[in-house]
């Protein structure tokens, strides 16, 4: 097992509701770039806005296409997604041409995707893979739908237990940090299949538990949905250079992110600190 380590946890506030990410609505603050060239630009998604307009959030004015677009001043092509909830690297193109081939790319598994995520409970191996195919359209009814194969691999960075609890007969309960690299990209392939394991997302509305949720937003002082997208390696379709695009995490993360082997959770009890039960 990991060697854990413990940090003071941030107190709760149980006397507020949990403040969300930044409000898409709110004044259009510049994308943070991590790479810009002739050819292709790079920002870091803050979590909470869409990668473009959609019918399915008619309301929304606000999202990443069109934010770039205004801050470059020229047009830009979103090469691949990520889920409105899920922050880190995107990629868009700058000329059409471009966005083809980095599809091709993509379509093609040339590239290389790794992602953190917070998940509820402990796995019991440090690392492993998930093979399970997954219907095409995850809004819909699975029975009936082509299913398409389907990998992640993951590795267990930290064991954790936070003081929160939804059921009497467990005081704490199990969090832990995890690298996912989906060989794929499915929609919602990396939280469908954490949700397989029997560890789901922490604030994920759709594969999570709502009760769960709610309490860990309410102990940490935020809601969100605790995936973030970290890296992504890729050839440079004009110029055959091999890029390395990694984007910070946000502050929110921080205290995760912080101590030796990786991680010391806010708040959280290390997994070696006692064994008592937990949900």
Same mark, same amino acid.
């Given at each position: 097992?990991?060697?854990?380590?413990?940090?003071?946890?941030?107190?709760?506030?149980?006397?507020?509701?949990?403040?969300?990410?930044?409000?898409?609505?709110?004044?259009?603050?510049?994308?943070?770039?991590?790479?810009?060239?002739?050819?292709?630009?790079?920002?870091?998604?803050?979590?909470?806005?869409?990668?473009?307009?959609?019918?399915?959030?008619?309301?929304?004015?606000?999202?990443?296409?069109?934010?770039?677009?205004?801050?470059?001043?020229?047009?830009?092509?979103?090469?691949?997604?990520?889920?409105?909830?899920?922050? /880190?690297? %995107?990629?868009? &193109? +700058?000329? =059409?041409?471009?966005?083809?081939?980095?599809?091709?790319?993509? !379509?093609?598994? *040339?590239?290389?995707?790794?992602?953190?995520?917070?998940?509820?409970?402990?796995?019991?191996?440090?690392?492993?893979?998930?093979?399970?195919?997954?219907?095409?359209?995850?809004?819909?009814?699975?029975?009936?739908?082509?299913?398409?194969?389907?990998?992640?691999?993951?590795?267990?960075?930290?064991?954790?237990?936070?003081?929160?609890?939804?059921?009497?007969?467990?005081?704490?309960?199990?969090?832990?940090?995890?690298?996912?690299?989906?060989?794929?990209?499915?929609?919602?392939?990396?939280?469908?299949?954490?949700?397989?394991?029997?560890?789901?997302?922490?604030?994920?509305?759709?594969?999570?538990? /709502?009760? %769960?949720?709610? &309490? +860990?937003? =309410?102990?940490?002082?935020?809601?969100?949905?605790?995936?973030? !997208?970290?890296? *992504?390696?890729?050839?440079?379709?004009?110029?055959?250079?091999?890029?390395?695009?990694?984007?910070?995490?946000?502050?929110?993360?921080?205290?995760?992110?912080?101590?030796?082997?990786?991680?010391?959770?806010?708040?959280?009890?290390?997994?070696?600190?006692?064994?008592?039960?937990?949900?």
């Amino acid at each position: 097992m990991l060697p854990m380590t413990t940090a003071p946890f941030p107190p709760p506030h149980p006397a507020t509701a949990p403040e969300s990410l930044p409000d898409a609505a709110q004044p259009r603050a510049p994308l943070p770039l991590l790479h810009l060239d002739a050819h292709l630009a790079v920002v870091n998604k803050p979590a909470g806005l869409l990668v473009h307009r959609t019918a399915l959030d008619a309301h929304e004015q606000d999202a990443a296409l069109q934010r770039l677009r205004d801050q470059l001043g020229q047009p830009v092509w979103p090469v691949h997604r990520l889920d409105r909830g899920t922050s /880190g690297v %995107l990629v868009f &193109a +700058l000329s =059409a041409d471009m966005a083809s081939r980095l599809g091709v790319a993509l !379509a093609e598994r *040339l590239t290389h995707k790794r992602y953190l995520a917070l998940v509820r409970g402990w796995p019991g191996a440090d690392n492993g893979s998930v093979s399970h195919p997954l219907a095409r359209d995850p809004e819909l009814p699975s029975e009936g739908q082509p299913h398409l194969e389907a990998t992640t691999h993951w590795h267990c960075l930290n064991r954790l237990t936070v003081p929160v609890t939804t059921a009497p007969r467990f005081p704490e309960t199990r969090i832990s940090l995890m690298a996912c690299e989906p060989v794929q990209g499915r929609r919602h392939q990396i939280r469908r299949h954490l949700k397989h394991l029997a560890h789901p997302i922490i604030g994920d509305a759709n594969y999570g538990k /709502g009760p %769960l949720n709610r &309490a +860990l937003a =309410a102990h940490f002082g935020l809601q969100r949905l605790w995936l973030h !997208a970290h890296q *992504l390696d890729l050839m440079h379709p004009a110029t055959g250079e091999r890029l390395r695009l990694e984007a910070p995490a946000g502050a929110e993360w921080q205290p995760w992110l912080s101590g030796p082997s990786g991680l010391s959770a806010p708040g959280a009890r290390s997994a070696h600190e006692g064994e008592g039960p937990r949900a």
